[in-house]
Protein backbone atom coordinates (compact mmCIF):
# COMPACT_ATOMS: atom_id res chain seq x y z
CA UNK A 1 0.00 0.00 0.00
CA UNK A 2 2.86 2.37 0.80
CA UNK A 3 4.34 1.66 -2.36
CA UNK A 4 1.43 2.86 -4.31
CA UNK A 5 0.75 5.68 -2.43
CA UNK A 6 4.37 7.07 -3.02
CA UNK A 7 3.54 6.42 -6.60
CA UNK A 8 0.58 8.20 -6.74
CA UNK A 9 1.83 11.34 -4.38
CA UNK A 10 3.42 13.00 -7.35
CA UNK A 11 0.30 13.24 -8.97
CA UNK A 12 -0.58 16.04 -6.05
CA UNK A 13 2.79 16.92 -4.26
CA UNK A 14 5.61 15.90 -6.14
CA UNK A 15 8.72 14.46 -4.84
CA UNK A 16 8.20 15.12 -1.00
CA UNK A 17 5.06 12.37 -0.73
CA UNK A 18 7.81 9.69 -2.03
CA UNK A 19 10.68 11.08 -0.39
CA UNK A 20 8.99 10.98 3.52
CA UNK A 21 7.47 7.59 2.59
CA UNK A 22 11.24 6.35 1.25
CA UNK A 23 12.35 8.00 4.56
CA UNK A 24 9.89 6.48 7.30
CA UNK A 25 8.89 3.54 5.59
CA UNK A 26 11.65 2.38 3.65
CA UNK A 27 13.69 1.22 6.07
CA UNK A 28 11.05 -0.95 7.23
CA UNK A 29 10.27 -3.11 3.54
CA UNK A 30 12.59 -3.66 1.06
CA UNK A 31 9.74 -3.44 -1.68
CA UNK A 32 8.48 -0.05 -0.41
CA UNK A 33 12.44 1.40 -0.14
CA UNK A 34 12.88 0.14 -4.20
CA UNK A 35 9.51 1.87 -5.14
CA UNK A 36 9.52 4.74 -3.42
CA UNK A 37 12.98 5.27 -4.53
CA UNK A 38 11.94 4.99 -8.07
CA UNK A 39 9.21 7.42 -7.48
CA UNK A 40 11.34 9.91 -6.22
CA UNK A 41 13.68 9.44 -9.04
CA UNK A 42 10.98 10.11 -11.70
CA UNK A 43 9.46 13.04 -9.16
CA UNK A 44 13.44 14.65 -9.46
CA UNK A 45 13.33 13.97 -13.61
CA UNK A 46 9.72 15.60 -13.83
CA UNK A 47 10.56 18.75 -11.76
CA UNK A 48 13.60 18.91 -14.09
CA UNK A 49 11.34 19.02 -16.73
CA UNK A 50 9.39 21.73 -15.09
CA UNK A 51 11.92 23.58 -15.02
CA UNK A 52 13.19 23.09 -18.50
CA UNK A 53 9.35 24.08 -19.59
CA UNK A 54 9.54 27.17 -17.66
CA UNK A 55 12.70 28.26 -18.60
CA UNK A 56 11.61 27.70 -22.65
CA UNK A 57 8.04 29.12 -22.23
CA UNK A 58 9.55 32.58 -23.40
CA UNK A 59 9.07 31.21 -26.17
CA UNK A 60 6.12 28.79 -27.60
CA UNK A 61 7.86 25.22 -26.90
CA UNK A 62 8.00 25.76 -23.08
CA UNK A 63 4.14 25.42 -23.15
CA UNK A 64 4.31 22.25 -24.73
CA UNK A 65 6.91 20.72 -22.80
CA UNK A 66 5.15 21.65 -19.61
CA UNK A 67 1.56 19.84 -21.33
CA UNK A 68 3.53 16.84 -21.99
CA UNK A 69 5.55 16.34 -19.05
CA UNK A 70 2.34 17.10 -16.92
CA UNK A 71 0.66 14.58 -18.77
CA UNK A 72 3.34 11.54 -18.53
CA UNK A 73 3.54 12.44 -15.04
CA UNK A 74 0.09 11.52 -14.52
CA UNK A 75 -0.37 8.87 -16.88
CA UNK A 76 3.49 7.25 -15.70
CA UNK A 77 1.87 7.78 -11.74
CA UNK A 78 -1.29 5.85 -12.45
CA UNK A 79 0.59 2.97 -13.86
CA UNK A 80 3.24 2.61 -11.27
CA UNK A 81 0.25 2.69 -8.98
CA UNK A 82 -1.30 0.11 -10.78
CA UNK A 83 1.56 -2.03 -10.49
CA UNK A 84 2.37 -1.60 -6.83
CA UNK A 85 -1.06 -1.83 -5.75
CA UNK A 86 -0.77 -5.62 -7.47
CA UNK A 87 2.38 -6.47 -5.86
CA UNK A 88 4.45 -5.59 -8.96
CA UNK A 89 7.96 -3.68 -8.93
CA UNK A 90 7.60 -1.05 -12.05
CA UNK A 91 10.46 0.84 -13.49
CA UNK A 92 9.95 3.95 -15.06
CA UNK A 93 11.03 3.82 -19.12
CA UNK A 94 13.02 6.81 -19.04
CA UNK A 95 13.84 8.77 -15.37
CA UNK A 96 17.50 10.05 -13.91
CA UNK A 97 18.37 7.06 -11.13
CA UNK A 98 20.09 10.00 -8.99
CA UNK A 99 19.19 8.34 -5.56
CA UNK A 100 20.25 4.97 -5.03
Known sequence: MWAMIAQLSGI?????????IMLIFGPRNAFVKSQSTEALNFQITVAIGYVVGVVLSLVFIGV???LAVWVL?????IIAGLKNNSGEEYRYPFTLRLVK
Not at 12 to 20: D, N
Not at 73 to 77: G, K, M, W, Y
Open 12 to 20: VIGFIGSLV
Open 73 to 77: NIVFC
Open 64 to 66: LIL
